[in-house]
């Protein structure tokens, strides 16, 4: 079973930077792909970034250009970094990871309020 943990929300300024790490339960580099996800207010949950195994990266046109997704194999870590926040990017952040056969997992969320 994997277990995928998320850390580094909070509360941040209009316009500040936070860096969420998602901590997996083996190898990063061992997933088809893996994206961060959020869920806002009364919202769906939509997909914010993703990379796969081949190192392809697609992000929301929300974010793009503020957000950078990454790995990091030998801590088995997935960040997500996040800059020029804006409170339209309050949310609970979720990592997602999808095997090699396709069998998806997700974290438990982390909170991230931007206000000011």
């Known amino acids: 079973q994997v277990q995928l943990v998320e850390s580094g929300g909070g509360s941040v300024q209009p316009g500040g930077s936070l860096r969420l790490s998602c901590a997996a339960s083996?190898?990063?580099?061992?997933?088809?792909?893996m994206a961060w996800y959020r869920q806002a207010p009364g919202k769906q949950r939509e997909q914010v970034a993703l990379?796969?195994?081949?190192?392809?990266?697609n992000y929301a046109d929300s974010v793009k250009g503020r957000f950078t997704i990454s790995r990091d194999g030998a801590k088995n870590l997935v960040y997500l970094q996040m800059n020029s926040l804006k409170p339209e990017d309050t949310a609970v952040y979720y990592c997602?990871?999808?095997?090699?056969?396709?069998?998806?997992?997700w974290g438990q969320g982390t909170r991230v309020t931007v206000s000011s």
């Open positions: 083996r190898t990063v580099f061992g997933f088809y792909a």
């Open positions: 997602y990871a999808v095997s090699e056969s396709r069998v998806g997992y």
């Open positions: 990379i796969t195994n081949s190192s392809i990266t």
